[in-house]
Structure formats: structure tokens, C-alpha cells
């Protein structure tokens, strides 16, 4: 069966600094691969998403994620974090039939000034 | 609208009482999702409405669930006698309908049983 392991339930970072959050995806297929963020009281909003070529995918708010097949991995990075990206983030893969998510259970992330 | 709306934006209910909750999609989107956030099972699909096709109700955990869409834009999902561990955030997305189009998501009805 499809899945999506996020193996970080919390991270802290400090302001300015890099992240880097973990995603590994299980599917039989090609994989559609999404990144959404998600602030307190608010829906999600898609950063980026990986569909076919360009392995590193840009997205909003300065992510980047990169998709490597041999490690069933895309993970997410942004060089310089914000505390305003303070949020809870889910990896989703998307299936074939019906493009349904299938979401990670995502990891919150905490910026310390 | 701009985006994905839902109503209300919480719910209290007691126990054995029934609910509806209610999505509007973003104007033209044909594809719309019912997905549930709680802190047990994460997020999870719950049903899928295509344009006219049968809609794939895969993910409904129990027959109290139900959903339905008029006309091909406003969509409710009812939860009929409702249990505590209904107890969740609902989550509505609507996309274009072409294949792995973004889905746009609504901020959400938080319902809580008592």
C-alpha cells in the first residue's frame, strides 16, 4: 500500500539557519510528490510539487525539494529559515486513480530567535 | 470566491446527533476532495467527486459518513449519529480535474462531540 513516512514529528531551528525535512514515500508507481504547509487556524497551501524531470523542484516562500528515486526520498530544504515559516509541514504522494493524497503525518517546526 | 470556503468553521454536537458540513470550491474546479485531520489518523481521504462520474468513496470510514454534490459545485459531507471519535478537522480541496492538478484546501470545519 501506498505511503508517506515523515520521521521527524518535531524540528527546531534557529533563525537563519538551514533545514532540512525528511520525506519517504512508498509506492509502486511513478510517484507525484507534494509538499504542503500548514499554519495554526488555516488549510494547507501547496509549497511545491514534483510530477516528472528536474528532480530539484522550486517552490514558494524560497523551498526547494529535491526527489531521489533510489532513496524513495523528497525532501524539502530552504537555506535561510524565517520565523514566520514556524508551521506544520506534510509530504504527500499523489495516487494514480482519482489523485487522491496520501499525507505523511507530518512534522511541526519550530524557528528560535 | 477567491478560494475554497467551508462552513461552518467549528461544529459542537452532542453525541447521537447528526451534522453537516459544507464546502464551496473554487469557481470552475470539477474535482472535489473530503479529506479528515485528527490527531489519531493524521490526515486521510475520505471521497472524491469528478464532475458527473460516480464519485470513489473509498476512504469513508463507516456507513454514518455520507457526501453529495449539487450541481457540480457545492458539496456536503453528514455524518449521521455521530461518536466521539468523529472529533476532527474536515477538509475540503477542490482542483481543475486534470490529472495530479494542485488541490486547493479550505481552511477547514473543526467539529468536536461531546
Known amino acids: 500500500a501506498q505511503s508517506v513516512t515523515q520521521p521527524d514529528i518535531h524540528i527546531t531551528v534557529s533563525e537563519g539557519a538551514s533545514l532540512e525535512l525528511r520525506c519517504n514515500y512508498s509506492y509502486g508507481a511513478t510517484p507525484y510528490l507534494f509538499w504542503y504547509v500548514q499554519s495554526p487556524g488555516q488549510g494547507l497551501q501547496l509549497l511545491l510539487k514534483y510530477f516528472s524531470g528536474d528532480t530539484l523542484v522550486q517552490g514558494i516562500k524560497g523551498f526547494e525539494a529535491e526527489f531521489k528515486r533510489s532513496q524513495s526520498s523528497f525532501n524539502l530544504r530552504k537555506p535561510s529559515v524565517h520565523w514566520s515559516d514556524a508551521a506544520e509541514y506534510f509530504c504527500a504522494v499523489g495516487m494514480e486513480y482519482g489523485n487522491k493524497l496520501v499525507f505523511g503525518a507530518g512534522t511541526i517546526l519550530r524557528v528560535k530567535s | 470566491g477567491a478560494g475554497v470556503s467551508q462552513s461552518p468553521s467549528n461544529k459542537v454536537t452532542e453525541k447521537g446527533k447528526d451534522v453537516e458540513l459544507r464546502c464551496d470550491p473554487i469557481?470552475?474546479?470539477?474535482?472535489l476532495y473530503w479529506y479528515r485531520q485528527s490527531l489519531g489518523q493524521g490526515l486521510e481521504f475520505l471521497i472524491y467527486?469528478?464532475?458527473?462520474?460516480?464519485?470513489?468513496k473509498s476512504g469513508l470510514p463507516s456507513d454514518r459518513f455520507s457526501a453529495e454534490r449539487t450541481g457540480g459545485s457545492v458539496s456536503t459531507l453528514t455524518i449521521q449519529r455521530t461518536q466521539q471519535e468523529d472529533s476532527a478537522v474536515y477538509l475540503c480541496a477542490s482542483s481543475s480535474g486534470s490529472y495530479q492538478e494542485t488541490q486547493y484546501f479550505g481552511p477547514g470545519t473543526r467539529l468536536l462531540v461531546l
Open positions: 469557481s470552475g474546479h470539477t474535482a
Open positions: 467527486f469528478q464532475g458527473n462520474s460516480a464519485p470513489d
